[in-house]
């Protein structure tokens, strides 16, 4: 039995355990100062992924209000969908301008004299 094991507390003098203090769980180490990591990641040519305030176009305030609030879901022919598009398209209005004009235009067709099934004019 000639070995010996080393002592547990060499170097600690005596019983006094006052600076030991158990640590919680789950502790995390507290995190370095905010200008000592961006001194590193600048020294270390780091690109900050920090969200940038996103640049305006000139002279644009933002979407104009029209007022719609309500939406449509209408079952159609693809060729009266591609007729819709294509006027939209020709004029450069939305499709809820198109809509609008459409609708206002059918009403203006509807107060003459036609039949309000097959648009025809009506004989006097």
């Known amino acids: ?6 002592p547990l507390f060499s170097g ?9 203090a158990p640590t919680p769980r789950n502790a995390k180490p507290p995190a370095p100062p905010r200008q ?5 990641a600048l020294s270390s040519g780091f690109t900050s992924r920090d969200p940038r305030p996103p640049e305006k176009a000139p ?5 104009p ?8 879901n209408l079952k159609a022919r693809q060729s009266t969908i591609d007729a819709f598009s294509r006027i939209a398209d020709r004029y450069d209005w939305s499709k809820a301008l198109t809509f609008e004009r459409a609708v206002s235009a059918l009403e ?14 009506l004989d006097p």
Not at 36 to 40: G, H, L, M, P
Not at 59 to 63: C, D, E, F, L, Q
Not at 65 to 72: D, E
Request: charged share 40%.
């Open 12 to 20: 600690i003098d005596g019983d006094d355990l006052s600076d030991f």
């Open 1 to 6: 039995m000639g070995k010996r094991r080393a």
């Open 108 to 121: 203006r067709l509807l107060e003459e004299d036609v039949d309000p099934k097959t648009l025809d004019p």
């Open 36 to 40: 000592t990591v961006e001194a590193v």
């Open 65 to 72: 209000v029209t007022g719609r609030n309500a939406q449509i």
């Open 59 to 63: 002279g644009k305030v933002g979407r």
